[in-house]
């Protein structure tokens, strides 16, 4: 598991602007969706952190499927040859890319211990970002469902996690980042994320906070 940190400056900061440390101190279960981004097998096989955050990732999803949540699972689609990837990237690691999130169902191609249930949104991206416009469908799906918060876990942080949370803000979605159940190259970059994304585009939480605002939210319910 990553040593994550961010710098008390940074909650300061916060904490003076707006008279609270986490923009979100709530949430309604019902309109709250996680997504689990890019976690197959490839980004295992690379990154032993994947299995580390996996028990707080199918913690995540099962209490707050549990809670009328929405659990949405998004794996590598493949969007063809392109120029600019085997430019950027070479043709062989390009092709890698490419090829990475697997082929079949999608629920077949989750990592190792994650399993889709009925119900859940299962969607394949094109982008970096699942939220990218024509990277998915995922946009359109939490629209239907009338989702306003979105919980963001997966890897790697800085890349494919990073992105989406951005994307997600940018689209007015009150989005939060899970710390712990989020998995980057290493420490440095990982904390690096978490403080970009506290300081400008959403919360980062514990997966304990997030199960307790969960939890929160479906007292205030009942």
């Not at 689990?36 to 028990?55: Q, R």
């Not at 120029?83 to 989750?110: D, Y």
């Not at 997600?168 to 159940?181: K, N, W």
């Amino acid at each position: 598991m990553h040593r994550w940190a961010i710098p008390e400056r940074e909650y300061a900061r916060h904490e003076a602007r707006r008279g609270r440390r986490h923009a979100y101190e709530s949430l309604d279960p019902a309109r709250t969706a996680l997504v689990v981004v890019d976690l197959v097998p490839f980004f295992y096989e690379a990154n032993e952190t994947c299995y580390a955050i996996t028990p707080n990732v199918r913690l995540l999803t099962d209490v707050l499927r549990g809670a009328g949540g929405v659990v949405a699972w998004v794996v590598p689609g493949d969007p063809g040859p392109t120029t600019w990837a085997r430019e950027f990237c070479g043709e062989e690691v390009a092709e890698m890319f490419r090829r990475s999130g697997g082929a079949g169902p999608i629920e077949g191609r989750l990592g190792p211990g994650l399993e889709a249930h009925d119900g859940d949104v299962l969607v394949e991206k094109t982008a970096t970002s699942v939220l990218f416009p024509g990277s998915s469908t995922l946009h359109d799906e939490l629209r239907e469902r009338d989702i306003e918060t979105v919980v963001v876990t997966g890897t790697l942080t800085e890349v494919c996690v990073a992105g989406t949370a951005r994307d997600a803000a940018t689209l007015g979605y009150r989005t939060i980042l899970v710390a712990d159940a989020t998995a980057g190259r290493d420490d440095e970059s990982h904390n690096a994320t978490l403080t970009t994304i506290y300081r400008t585009f959403g919360d980062v939480r514990s997966t304990d906070d997030v199960l307790g605002l969960v939890a929160a939210g479906c007292s205030v319910g009942t």
